[in-house]
């Protein structure tokens, strides 16, 4: 038996009338560029986040930069983030001008934890940018108590929480703006690069519209407001996106009957931890992330077994070259650091069979017998 880690294929084949129908009236009206069924498509998920707007860009990475810039943050400014993420999220900061500040994770639910956070603040910091990691939230009620005693902006890295809650509202609705990335293997994925960020502020919104399109008036054409970018999605992403929309609760809650099976599977198998559900929270698992003292050599077993696995993440930021400038060094995060070496992405995708998942834990108990 062959366990990939995803199959867009399989997906592509349920979905193939309604996506190749879509990508043809694409072609048809010539909408390149945003058009119809991009702004089909941000008015169907800022009603799905339970928000007021959603603004589509470029791609996740540019969510994030605009995000950030069109909330005035930028040069002098500090933001407190994680260092368990992909680099995307520290680089947005950066690109803004600001100076990120990391703090430490949570020990079982890997998110940006609230005391560490607290731990870091100075008179600089202007902002607070949790990742809502592996498809679970950040605990957004203790990271708004520190923003509101301390007057900042707090922006979610929602790139790999589609359809996740926290207390009832999903994730996007969560903080002044929720920043998303629709790459192909997402919850939600486009058939390329893409991106949106929900918020329930309009004025933001608008400014966040004459941003990603080279700084112009959005309701006057050439009349130049700022320096702006071109961050825009294209039509065919936007289409493919309205597309899967509809089926993103059910390949979610797919997710969970997965994870819960792995999880079942696994249970009482001492060197594995299995992932932890935060209070408050109910996740739409990205990945299905476990911790064992040999990650390597497991993933060599299950490599042998045509299993697939990966690492998300194996190296803190703050531990890389890009990162390692902004004054957090080896041991000062000891949380993420550990986990960096423990962790191991199992195969995870709402197409995967009860036998895929039943054979991945023989396996691991087998490694472990």
């Known amino acids: 038996m062959h366990v990939p880690m995803n199959d867009l294929q399989i997906q592509y084949r349920q979905l193939k009338p309604e996506i190749d129908r879509a990508l043809a009236e694409v072609i048809e009206r010539c909408s390149f560029i945003q058009g119809p069924q991009v702004e089909a498509f941000e008015r169907a998920f800022a009603a799905y986040c339970g928000t007021r707007c959603c603004v589509a860009v470029s791609n996740g990475t540019d969510a994030l930069k605009l995000a950030l810039a069109a909330a005035g943050i930028g040069p002098g400014d500090e933001v407190i983030t994680t260092p368990h993420t992909f680099g995307a999220t520290v680089e947005a900061i950066v690109q803004v001008g600001a100076r990120p500040v990391f703090a430490d994770i949570h020990p079982r639910y890997f998110t940006l934890d609230a005391e560490a956070v607290n731990a870091r603040l100075t008179p600089r910091t202007r902002a607070l940018l949790p990742v809502h990691i592996y498809g679970q939230t950040a605990d957004m009620a203790a990271l708004w108590q520190v923003a509101q005693a301390h007057g900042l902006t707090v922006i979610e890295d929602a790139a790999q929480a589609h359809g996740a809650r926290y207390r009832g509202q999903r994730a996007g609705a969560l903080a002044l703006a929720g920043c998303f990335s629709f790459y192909p293997g997402k919850n939600l994925g486009a058939y390329g690069d893409a991106g949106g960020i929900t918020t329930d502020d ?5 400014r966040l519209r ?31 996106l309205g597309v899967k929309l509809p089926h993103l609760d059910a390949g979610n809650a797919r997710r969970r009957q997965l994870a819960a099976r792995y999880c079942d599977g696994l249970r009482g198998l001492a060197p594995v931890l299995t992932p932890a559900v935060a209070p408050d929270c109910e996740p739409v698992y990205h990945l299905y992330v476990i911790r064992v003292p040999d990650r390597e050599a497991l993933a060599e077993t299950l490599k042998a077994a045509s299993i697939q696995t990966a690492v998300q993440y194996p190296h803190p930021l703050h531990l ?7 004054g957090a060094g080896p041991g000062d995060l000891p949380v993420c650091e550990q986990a960096c070496r423990e962790i191991l992405s ?5 197409e995967m069979t009860e036998d895929q998942v039943d054979f991945v834990v023989e396996q691991i108990r087998r490694h472990y017998a």
């Not at 959005?218 to 700022?226: A, G, H, L, T, V």
């Not at 199992?346 to 709402?350: A, D, G, H, K, T």
């Open 346 to 350: 199992l195969p995870m995708f709402p």
């Open 210 to 240: 004459q941003l990603r399109n080279h700084g112009q008036d959005p309701k006057k054409k050439f009349s130049y407001n700022e320096v702006g970018y071109n961050h825009r999605m294209d039509g065919f992403q936007g289409a493919v």
């Open 202 to 206: 309009e004025n933001l919104a608008e």
């Open 320 to 326: 890389t070259p890009a990162f390692a400038p902004f």
